[in-house]
């Protein structure tokens, strides 16, 4: 009895706690789809554009729901559309593009398991201080060592070319690919290295055997994050490459800046796309395993 | 011919040396524990025995053979490691391979060495399997299998069962000691645990603060300590020291100590205290499995002696009662059968088993 009477006394109150967490609630998810919206409507104005053909744009505006759908934009900029002269579409930049970023991105992560691999494992005298100097490179912006790179692509002949960039890519990489793996590196027991010695593992087995089949959660985060940050770097190529050379990057802004008569908005909403794909496709194929391997800390 | 033998071995990291002056040797097919509370040195020792820690002075030798700077794949030893550091991300059978495959083992020995270890620790049924999915006594053995495998001059273990719950860490100490019968290997054991010392070692050595206290038979050690501090922590409940003074009875040595009511309470030593040292302070080592009720069946026993003691905390195990004895301003624990065990409060007669007892000099910590 005195239950019942407690909780029918207790009852409008919580009927008012209920109201008011019901709001709290919708203003909370108004206001986070709202964010949404604006993140998402830039893309979906692009998308829709790429679809649309440039009359219809020209007569209804860049903002405004498609009434007509096709793929000719799309074919237009892979294959044909005239950049600096130039009539062969985004496709050439396309694959100059994928060229820098794959090499560069596997060369720099091998580079980073080795780095992170000694820093953590094989320690020597210095190799703190060694590592901290590398960490610099994390905060260093890439337009200090602008000239610097100019002036070593001369001397190894490599200017205006993808194989420059690759070049370059690598070595700005290193910093934050030996930071992922040494990070990771450290939450691998030293005894298992102990062991392995006394097994008669020397430092390569210990590597291939032991250290990089541990790795594939803190790799799977690196190479995501070298492949994005190298597809999508903007200031090296169009310092260094200019012309059939250029990443994609680059020749979407010489596609804007064209020159031509009339702005084709549905040809460049496509090639914005083409460029943005790769990266996406990466994200969308190894995302889970990005947010699994950075929340990853120790090996059990 | 697989001895070890460690020579005045010195270890520092900078200005600090964890290592002064290490002699010790083990025979072939020994068993060495080396055992000390966590500091000693005992698992840098180890560490150097293994190759894995360099040498900064003194010389240690497997077999004869100086390895000072020889790497740990080439000094022929095997090592089990308290984590167990088991290769995660190979199977148990792969785990086992690992060493042999380094080493360029033929194919036929490899498959050999696996099927005649994984009999020999009964772990066949587990050898496709990835350590992850093994409980830590299944661990354990397979760490010892990877050694094992290998057939080593020297078998090295870091505290090999303390990751282990209480009861299987019995049985795999039953298990190790079983094993080092059959295989007859020379061992190097360390732990903090003395009872897993006593219990396996055919001789211990006493480590405290980077020094080996005592070195001898596990017997030795616990009936002779060879200083307060050996005495003090091997065995459980500790051994009880008495600040005391050496005097003479009825024309025989004793030694006396303030004890109940405030009264000097005088011990018959069994011993006669070596010459010129009456009047001498020194410390009474008892251990207390050597105290007992004065009943009748002892009393005429030789080497006792008794004395008066409040007893003020009853402890009982099941298989024997622990008390704590008032005497004087000091606490002695005594280790009781259930059937002749105090009652809180009682004014105890103890008899003393005066042959097992130990004299210190409280200068030099030393046995007297």
């Not at chain 1, 460049?268 to 990005?290: E, N, Q, R």
């Not at chain 2, 897993?196 to 980077?210: C, F, K, N, P």
């Not at chain 2, 006396?256 to 302070?281: D, E, M, N, V």
């Amino acid at each position: 009895m005195a239950d019942l009477a407690l909780a029918q006394a207790l009852d409008p109150e919580a009927a008012v706690a209920g109201r008011r967490r019901l709001m709290a609630r919708v203003l909370i998810y108004g206001i986070l789809g709202l964010f949404a919206l604006v993140y998402i409507v830039p893309l979906l104005v692009v998308v829709m554009n790429s679809f649309r053909d440039q009359p219809e744009i020209a007569r209804n505006g860049l903002i405004s729901l498609p009434q007509s759908f096709g793929l000719d934009a799309w074919w237009s900029a892979w294959d044909s559309y005239c950049i600096g002269g130039n009539c062969e579409g985004m496709k050439r930049y396309f694959f100059n593009s994928l060229w820098m970023t794959i090499p560069a991105t596997l060369i720099s992560t091998m580079l980073g398991a080795m780095n992170g691999y000694v820093l953590s494992k094989w320690r020597f005298r210095g190799s703190e201080i060694l590592f901290t100097c590398m960490l610099l490179g994390v905060f260093m912006p890439g337009q200090i060592s602008l000239m610097p790179w100019a002036f070593i692509l001369g001397k190894l002949g490599l200017s205006n070319s993808v194989v420059g960039l690759v070049v370059v890519h690598c070595v700005q990489g290193l910093s934050f690919t030996t930071l992922f793996c040494r990070n990771y590196y450290i939450s691998v027991p030293d005894d298992l290295i102990k062991a392995a010695r006394i097994d008669g593992a020397g430092f390569w087995r210990i590597f291939w055997k032991i250290i990089l089949p541990l790795s594939p959660p803190i790799l799977i985060v690196t190479v995501i994050w070298q492949f994005t940050g190298i597809w999508n770097e903007y200031l090296f190529g169009v310092v260094f490459t200019s012309g059939s050379q250029q990443p994609i990057t680059a020749a979407l802004v010489a596609l804007t800046a064209g020159g031509t008569t009339a702005s084709a908005y549905d040809v460049m909403s496509a090639a914005v796309l083409i460029g943005a794909l790769p990266p996406l496709l990466v994200y969308f194929l190894g995302g889970k395993y990005f947010v699994r391997g950075l929340t990853q800390g120790a090996i059990k | 011919m697989s001895t070890l033998t460690i020579n005045d071995l010195r270890k520092s990291f900078g200005l600090v040396e964890v290592l002064k002056g290490i002699n010790l040797e083990a025979r072939t097919g020994e068993f060495i524990a080396l055992v000390g509370p966590s500091g000693c040195g005992k698992s840098t020792l180890l560490a150097m025995i293994a190759g894995l820690e360099t040498v900064t002075a003194g010389e240690i030798r497997i077999g004869g053979r100086l390895v000072n700077s020889v790497a740990p794949k080439d000094r022929d030893i095997a090592m089990v490691f308290q984590s167990y550091a088991l290769y995660p991300t190979m199977t148990v059978r792969q785990n086992m391979l690992f060493g042999m495959e380094s080493r360029g083992v033929p194919k036929d020995e490899q498959v050999a060495a696996i099927k005649r270890v994984a009999a020999l620790l009964q772990i066949e049924p587990l050898l496709e399997r990835k350590p992850g999915q093994l409980s830590g006594g299944q661990r354990q053995r397979v760490a010892m299998g990877r050694a094992l495998v290998r057939d080593p001059k020297l078998f090295l273990f870091d505290e090999p069962l303390s990751n282990l719950d209480a009861k299987l860490r019995v049985d795999m100490r039953t298990e190790i000691k079983k094993l080092h019968h059959r295989v007859g290997k020379t061992t190097v054991y360390v732990t903090h645990d003395q009872v897993e010392a006593m219990t396996l070692a055919s001789r211990i050595a006493v480590m405290h603060q980077g020094e080996v206290q005592q070195f001898d038979e596990p017997q030795t050690i616990y009936d002779r300590p060879a200083n307060i501090f050996v005495a003090g922590f091997m065995g459980s409940p500790a051994m009880n020291f008495i600040p005391a003074e050496l005097s003479t009875i009825d024309g025989s040595d004793a030694v006396s100590f303030p004890g109940h009511g405030g009264g000097l309470t005088t011990l018959k030593l069994h011993r006669s205290a070596p010459a010129g040292i009456s009047g001498r302070r020194v410390i009474l080592g008892i251990r207390p499995e050597h105290l007992s009720r004065n009943n009748p069946e002892v009393r005429g026993k030789e080497g006792l002696a008794t004395l008066v003691a409040p007893v003020e905390v009853v402890e009982p195990t099941g298989a024997e009662t622990m008390a704590v004895l008032r005497v004087g301003e000091l606490e002695v624990v005594g280790r009781f059968t259930p059937d002749e065990a105090p009652r809180m409060g009682e004014d105890m007669i103890v008899s003393v088993d005066m042959t097992h007892a130990c004299l210190f000099d409280p200068a030099t910590q030393r046995l007297i």
